[in-house]
């Protein structure tokens, strides 16, 4: 084994003219392809035969930077790939790649080349799916929700869309300044001022944002991020304390003092619901906003409650920009994806009875 990288190493120091650096580097990328291919603990079938590498040497001399597209192969290695032939032409042997290519990013150049290029990845389709609160309702309370307000905190923007009998009847978007970061008043009166706009609703619901690593955020997401979490407190609180002021004037509320009509959806549920992810994309949900919008979204989608939308909640949502209306459609599609959870066991109960 240590005579194969001697060997090699010595033919390759005399046309490329390797520092000590690169040389010690060249080094453990040998050892670790020998160790590879002629370690015993390994299977004789995950090498590469003399005739495959061969093919992958012949492969790799002919190839152009836009031929390598079709295979697997990083742009830092294609462009350390690139840069070798360019200076000293093509490779005589296999251990000549070994020699400037990381072993495992080798293999899957090599395992692209002898499968003809990139395995195809096969999206599977499966449909829409349900979504689940926390926290969870149970079948009494949902009977009593009639109006819905789903509310999406996201950049500077608060946008919310409500619901009341299955008839869109509001859909707002409004922006807001961040403040010092000294003093938190000045954000919490902006808030104030927005909530004011929000009308009482049986049920509030947002949705939860994939999980980040806080210690891995840099200084201004983290920044970003401590101020909507501030945000999405002051809403909570001021609809919260709206909702037990008006119950304290009801003899009738059985709230016992707690903010009990939030909700959150899982991260990511709306897309889910509406079949909008696509991979690890999640696609425009442009047409399926202009269902919504000329009532058609029930019959593409049976198993959707029929919606009406206020003809005034059109007018307003057209006069917004472009950059509102990305923050319009996934408030518009938490309360829907919400309000598919609340009537769908109304209507399964009603078609029993």
Not at 51 to 75: G, M, P, Q, R
Not at 177 to 206: C, F, G, T, W
Not at 290 to 318: M, W
Request: with cysteine; aromatic share 8%; glycine share 4%.
């Amino acid at each position: 084994m240590w005579s194969t990288i001697t060997r090699t190493l010595r033919t390759a120091i005399e046309p490329t003219h390797l520092s000590k650096f690169e040389f010690h580097k060249s080094a453990c990328r040998l050892v670790e392809s020998v160790v590879l291919r002629e370690s015993i603990s390994i299977k004789k079938s995950k090498g590469f035969s003399e005739d495959e590498e061969s093919l992958i040497v012949a492969t790799i001399n002919k190839c152009t930077e836009t031929d390598f597209n079709k295979y697997d192969i990083k742009k830092s290695e294609l462009k350390r790939l690139m840069a070798y032939k360019e200076k000293h032409g093509k490779f005589k042997t296999f251990n000549d790649i070994l020699v400037i290519q990381d072993v495992p990013s080798l293999v899957r150049l090599c395992r692209s080349i002898l499968d003809g290029g990139k395995r195809k990845v096969i999206i599977k389709s499966t449909g829409p799916s349900k979504c689940t609160t926390m926290p969870a309702i149970d079948k009494i309370t949902k009977q009593s929700i009639n109006t819905i307000v789903g509310i999406r905190i996201w950049g500077n923007m608060i946008s919310w869309a409500v619901l009341d009998d299955k008839k869109l009847i509001q859909w707002e978007c409004q922006t807001y300044e961040s403040p010092p970061k000294s003093n938190l008043v000045p954000l919490i009166n902006m808030i104030i001022s927005i909530i004011d706009r929000i009308p009482n609703a049986d049920a509030y619901v947002m949705e939860a944002e994939p999980y980040a690593m806080i210690s891995k955020l840099k200084a201004g997401a983290y920044q970003y991020h401590v101020q909507r979490q501030q945000v999405i407190a002051t809403v909570v609180s001021i609809l919260g304390m709206r909702r037990l002021l008006n119950a304290s004037n009801d003899s009738t509320a059985t709230d016992n003092g707690k903010i009990n009509n939030f909700y959150t959806l899982a991260p990511l549920s709306s897309a889910k619901r509406f079949n909008l992810i696509v991979a690890n994309d999640i696609m425009s949900s442009e047409s399926l906003i202009q269902d919504i919008l000329e009532g058609n979204v029930h019959s593409k989608s049976s198993d959707f409650p029929q919606i009406t939308v206020n003809a005034n909640v059109i007018i307003g949502y057209k006069s917004y920009d472009y950059k509102y209306r990305e923050q319009l459609h996934s408030a518009l599609l938490i309360t829907f994806a919400f309000a598919d959870i609340i009537y769908d066991d109304a209507e399964t109960q009603a078609k029993q009875d």
